[in-house]
């Protein structure tokens, strides 16, 4: 039984296929201008026809790139329909500051992604309960405002419509109904949370991606499945997981940098610093217990992203991008240190001294980013994945004072090996709202098989941290979340406990590729020794 993992980034499609007996093959295919074409020629030279997958597992920094690029202006945006009276809510934002210092006001919002905004007169009580329903005449008139605009996706994000999601799905309907062509993202579907700037934020993020990312991955599903593929298709999302079919796109956006982090927290011994060096960013997490550290929200491509997902940071440097300083990108600089083939004009005198400045400019990176988050990067391990990641691992070694970094198998080609590698994930998620104290037995019932986790913050509204349930042991949720929060921040939980959720989850290994692949040693750098570890490589320092 075969199956592929596919990780799509900006230059390269890296493809791992593997079976029963281990890895099959693997590829690095440049891309072009279809993306359809390319996994096919992939594929064509792995020598395996799309019939013959039963599974393919498909992650994308699509999603994210074009999140950085709509930053620039040029691509579409998208209408957004809100409450009559809060259509300023996608451009207000929260009035969090991005600089503290900064003398120009700036707020993370997705404003940037909209051609326009109109409100309808339909409303709803916090409750739940109808104060005015929807004028389908009304919306009508809209749809034919967002036609004449050249409007292909609408965000719609009523208030409270996480309580009742009727207005919204009776404005889809209208729209439908007046505008049969147009994609239609609902809140109460996509973020049912409440606070209306996140929902906003996630709708319109659904809707974007819809139109500008989706296609292309959407084509190439059509194109395999016209080819004989009639396997399994699933999506690797921003938590380092597999999904089948995702309610929303908003998860997948970090899908192929969390991919990679994966592959490299299986090759971490304890806890470490993950570094994915991409050709257009740089990836950066911790890793804890062996697996990539999550988050629930946070600035992702500039803007407020909620929702789970690996706790990454992403930095412009990468292969593509010049070299802070100088003309010549890093990737031409590791060719004139003679560490990558190619042809580069950049003087050899001139590529130690850029490769020193990137070195240490990811080396201050990897400690801020560790410190922020109560690690201490010099005692931690580094794991290193990407083209450049092996290359440039003891000159970011030598930068933090370590005698030792760790790559996993196939390091240019994590992510595919991180899809490889991951669990099928189902989930039931229990929305409750209940002081630690007052948690009972029968809330922690588990729904379905599979471990049951808590999410608990200090008070309501603060920061949450996921924890670990026993149904048959109530009096050690207590302990186990007093004892994870200290762990996590060195400190007693900042108030006496709040539950706001409990989710069953399950997760499928049936095949996945096992941690240790069998595959080769890479190449010691002079100065290292090159040591096979389980999951992977240590490169370490000759006399260190």
Not at 129 to 134: N, Q
Request: aromatic share 2%; hydrophobic share 45%; proline share 6%.
């Amino acid at each position: 039984m075969t199956r592929l993992g596919v990780d799509v980034g900006a230059r390269f499609i890296d493809m791992l296929a593997w079976g029963d007996g281990g890895v099959i093959g693997h590829a690095k295919e440049p891309v072009g201008g279809d993306l359809s074409e390319d996994v096919v020629a992939g594929l064509r030279g792995l020598g395996i026809a799309p019939g013959a997958l039963a599974e393919i597992r498909i992650a994308s920094t699509g999603f994210l790139n074009c999140l950085h690029d709509a930053q620039g202006g040029g691509l579409p945006q998208i209408g957004l329909i809100a409450s009559a009276g809060f259509e300023d809510v996608a451009v207000l934002g929260r009035q969090d500051r991005l600089s503290l210092y900064d003398p120009v006001t700036r707020v993370a919002t997705p404003e940037h992604l909209i051609d326009c905004v109109e409100g309808v007169s339909a409303r709803m009580d916090a409750g739940g309960g109808e104060i005015s329903p929807v004028d389908q005449g009304q919306v009508a008139r809209i749809a034919e405002g967002f036609a004449a605009r050249g409007i292909t996706a609408v965000a719609v994000c009523l208030l409270h419509a996480h309580v009742d999601g009727r207005h919204e799905r009776a404005v889809a309907e209208a729209l439908s109904a007046a505008a049969p062509g147009l994609t239609v993202s609902l809140s109460h579907r996509i973020d049912p949370e409440p606070r209306e700037f996140e929902r906003t934020v996630s709708t319109v993020l659904d809707a974007w991606l819809r139109i500008t990312a989706l296609p292309a991955l959407d084509a190439l599903r059509a194109r395999l499945r016209g080819a004989g593929f009639a396997g399994r298709w699933v999506w690797g999302d921003g938590r380092g997981v597999l999904t089948a079919a995702p309610t929303s796109l908003v998860p997948l956006i970090a899908g192929g940098p969390a991919a990679s982090l994966r592959a490299a927290a299986l090759a971490a011994e304890g806890d470490a610093v993950a570094l994915d060096i991409g050709s257009r960013t740089t990836d950066i997490a911790l890793v804890r217990g062996g697996a990539p550290a999550l988050t629930e929200g946070g600035v992702l491509a500039g803007l407020p992203i909620r929702g789970g997902r690996v706790d990454l940071e992403s930095l412009a440097i990468g292969g593509a991008q010049t070299v802070a300083g100088s003309r010549h990108t890093l990737d031409d600089a590791l060719i004139a240190a003679g560490l990558m083939p190619g042809q580069s004009d950049c003087p050899t005198s001139e590529a130690a001294q850029l490769l020193g400045v990137a070195s240490q400019a990811l080396a201050e990176a990897i400690t801020r980013h560790a410190t922020r988050r109560n690690t201490d990067p010099t005692r931690a391990g580094l794991v290193l994945t990407g083209g450049a990641g092996a290359l440039m691992g003891p000159g970011i070694a030598e930068a933090l004072g370590l005698d030792h970094v760790l790559l996993p198998h196939l390091p240019a080609i994590a992510g595919a090996v991180g899809l490889a590698q991951a669990p099928r994930r189902s989930e039931t998620i229990t929305r409750i709202d209940a002081a630690l104290d007052n948690v009972t037995a029968d809330m922690l019932t588990a729904k379905g098989e599979g471990t049951v986790h808590a999410r608990i913050a200090p008070r309501p509204r603060m920061p949450e941290l996921e924890v670990a349930v026993d149904p048959e042991r109530l009096d050690g949720l207590a302990v186990a979340y007093h004892a994870a929060y200290r762990a996590r921040y060195a400190i007693a939980p900042q108030g006496p406990g709040h539950v706001t959720q409990l989710c069953t989850r399950a997760d499928d290994l049936t095949g996945a590729l096992a941690r240790d692949m069998g595959e080769g040693e890479v190449a010691a750098p002079k100065g290292w020794r090159a040591v096979a570890i389980p999951g992977g490589t240590r490169l370490e320092r000759v006399g260190g």
